[in-house]
């Protein structure tokens, strides 16, 4: 009998899939991948450390700087964090304004997962579909925040600027356009037979895996993964009905479609916020203070934690940021890669992970 040669093969660092730089090492036994190592360390920037005993209005930009792909998140989560410390109340307007800031960019990384994910299994004009819907809802963080990437628009006790009546108007109008784009390019990834052969089946984990390997974000609510989304427990998506997507195929095909069906969902979400948005003012002032807390919300990618130490000043003398990255990256090391038939679909499955190497190692 021919005996099969086993081969270690490398992926990465640089590789046109990626959007970051990280190395996937394979062993295999001819075609079959047996075992994966992924390899990080390409992107340190020790922004932790730069952090510490830096006033929190320094600390406030450099939160944001760990991703530009979810970078409103980061500012939302250290600045609830600061104001759970300092006991500072939100107004509900600019609570709402919170989470339609946030929404919006939490669509325009979801749309860049998926890109990312179709660009990798070559079908490129969808991908190219994609990525143009998303400079729509950039368009709209810009008109809102001014920035289209790094917003520094939520600050202790409120945000920095309100909606103006026309921007709202146009951000509902350009909504209708990104919702109507979305589910035509949701029709063509449930419906195309090549899409269908690179993702049904291929990259599969239980609920049992993803619960053992404390997975999280949509890679875990595609496994089945119950009451898991952070949004469930924050007030003010609470005061807004919000109800977590959740599917049972746990594949390559079910992490992206949870992603399709998140956008539609935070679409609903944000025209709830704007079309019901309370008066009052956007700012409702109070002083940082000393105290520590630990203090967790929902990332495009799942759960994000700023553990905080600060004294009186506001300074922020300790800080750690775990980012959701961490867990799904060793769950699709050795879950979802495990065993994978070919080459070809370590690459996919890595990408339908939306793995972020540049907040898994800040």
Request: glycine share 6%.
């Amino acid at each position: 009998m021919k005996k099969t040669v086993d081969v270690s093969i490398p992926l990465g660092p640089m590789h046109p899939c990626w959007k970051e730089p990280v190395r996937i090492k394979c062993e295999t036994a001819g075609e079959r991948v047996i075992r994966t190592e992924v390899e990080l360390g390409y992107m340190k920037k020790g922004i932790e450390r730069i952090m510490r005993g830096r006033p929190w209005q320094e600390v406030m930009f450099l939160a944001e700087r760990v991703c530009g792909i979810c970078s409103v998140v980061h500012n939302m989560v250290f600045i609830e964090a600061m104001e759970k410390i300092s006991d500072i109340a939100v107004p509900p307007r600019a609570a709402y304004l919170r989470v339609v800031v946030n929404e919006l960019d939490r669509i325009a990384s979801h749309i860049l997962a998926n890109f990312s994910y179709c660009y990798t299994i070559e079908h490129e004009t969808l991908a190219m579909y994609l990525l143009n819907t998303r400079e729509t809802v950039l368009d709209n963080l810009e008109r809102i925040t001014g920035s289209r990437i790094n917003t520094a628009y939520m600050i202790p006790g409120g945000v920095r600027f309100d909606l103006l009546p026309e921007d709202a108007t146009a951000l509902l109008a350009d909504l209708n356009k990104v919702e109507d784009e979305m589910r035509r390019y949701t029709r063509i990834f449930e419906t195309g037979p090549l899409i269908a052969l690179r993702s049904k089946g291929i990259g599969y984990m239980s609920r049992e895996e993803a619960i053992r390997a404390h997975t999280v974000g949509p890679t875990a609510r595609a496994s089945g993964v119950e009451d898991c989304d952070l949004r469930l427990r924050h007030p003010t998506y609470r005061d807004l009905g919000f109800t977590q997507i959740t599917r049972t195929e746990g594949d390559n095909f079910a992490r992206v479609m949870i992603r399709f069906q998140e956008v539609f969902q935070s679409i609903d979400l944000i025209r709830k916020c704007v079309e019901n948005l309370p008066e009052g003012p956007i700012r409702g002032g109070g002083l940082c203070k000393a105290g520590e807390t630990s203090y967790a919300g929902e990332a495009p990618r799942g759960e994000l934690t700023y553990t905080i130490r600060t004294d009186e000043y506001g300074r922020v003398l300790d800080i750690t940021i775990r980012t959701p990255s961490v867990m799904n990256i060793e769950a699709c090391a050795h879950a979802m890669i495990t065993d994978a038939t070919s080459i070809a679909d370590v690459t996919s499955t890595f990408i339908s992970s939306d793995p972020c190497i540049a907040c898994n190692e800040r």
